[in-house]
């Protein structure tokens, strides 16, 4: 029998406390151990899939983000530690970060400059760099999806919902696919005619995250920065950076 999911709620040794976000198919919840020796750490996140959404389709893509985010070591990437159903819900248990950087820059503008700007948009490039070198294309990189501490010392991608591991090819864009996945204005044109992304149609959406994250915050897109942003968007994707490596040689100058 499905019981409602709401703070104060217990699972696995946790009780839910304030809830920290909510999408179209899952809400997130910080929680705070209730055991001396947490079987995770003392504060975690734990998103629960809306009961709504409990058809097949929406529980493999579930499982299938819990199993790719897991096999994830970075320190880039928000870390998962498993998933469990309860309830008639279906939950998975991650690292807990403040905010996201979307949220971070509508409400707290004052604590970004041009030199902590620069070093998220690096932080994100290496985590990005680092799921397709292993064989992942995100498919949904936005300010939304990118995670950080209130002292921006811990910068991380998260949500892997759309997310697909498979050996791909540069160049080369594989076999049609809905184009209804991803966030409005950080999607590919390739991916908005239904092709299936590479690796590039997430240097586009990263490209476009950049330009979104200056233009917010209302600075000044520095020369080499302007540049990352003009080639990272092209709209053909074999005019754009070859992959993360050559943008962070880029980036790095």
């Known amino acids: 029998m499905e019981m409602r999911v709401r703070p104060g709620y217990i699972i696995e040794g946790y009780v839910l406390e304030e809830m920290v ?3 179209g198919f899952a809400t997130v919840y910080k929680a705070r151990s209730i055991d001396n020796l947490p079987k995770y ?22 499982i299938k983000e819990v199993k ?12 998962v530690f498993g998933m469990k159903q309860q309830d008639g819900n279906l ?5 807990f970060m403040d905010t996201d950087l979307a949220k971070a820059i509508r409400t707290r503008p004052e ?9 998220i948009i690096k932080n994100v490039a290496y ?3 680092y799921i397709h070198r292993n064989g992942i294309v995100h498919k949904d990189i936005n300010p939304s999806n990118i995670l950080i501490s209130y002292t921006l010392d ?32 950080y999607i590919a044109p390739e991916r908005m005619k239904g092709m299936e992304g590479d690796i590039r149609s997430d240097i586009y959406s990263f490209g476009k ?5 200056y233009t917010e915050l209302n600075f000044e897109i520095p020369e080499n920065i302007q540049y990352i942003i003009d080639i990272a968007t092209k709209h053909n994707s074999a005019e754009r950076f070859v992959d993360m490596r050559e943008l962070l040689y880029f980036l790095d100058r």
């Not at 750490?41 to 629960?48: F, M």
């Not at 096999?71 to 870390?79: D, G, R």
């Not at 939950?91 to 690292?95: G, H, K, Q, V």
């Not at 995250?209 to 994250?213: A, C, L, P, R, V």
């Open 21 to 23: 976000g909510s999408g």
């Open 41 to 62: 750490n003392s504060i975690i996140a734990v998103k629960v899939l809306h009961p709504r959404r409990l058809d097949r389709s929406q529980i493999k893509r579930f």
């Open 68 to 79: 790719i985010a897991m096999m994830l070591e970075h320190p880039n990437i928000v870390k």
């Open 91 to 95: 939950f998975s248990f991650m690292e």
């Open 111 to 119: 604590i970004f400059n041009q030199e902590n700007v620069l070093d």
């Open 127 to 129: 985590g990005l760099e």
């Open 154 to 185: 811990k910068v991380k991608m998260t949500d892997f919902g759309l997310a697909t591991k498979k050996v791909f090819f540069l160049h080369r864009l594989q076999q049609k696919e809905s184009s209804n996945g991803g966030t409005e204005g």
């Open 209 to 213: 995250t950049i330009q979104k994250i």
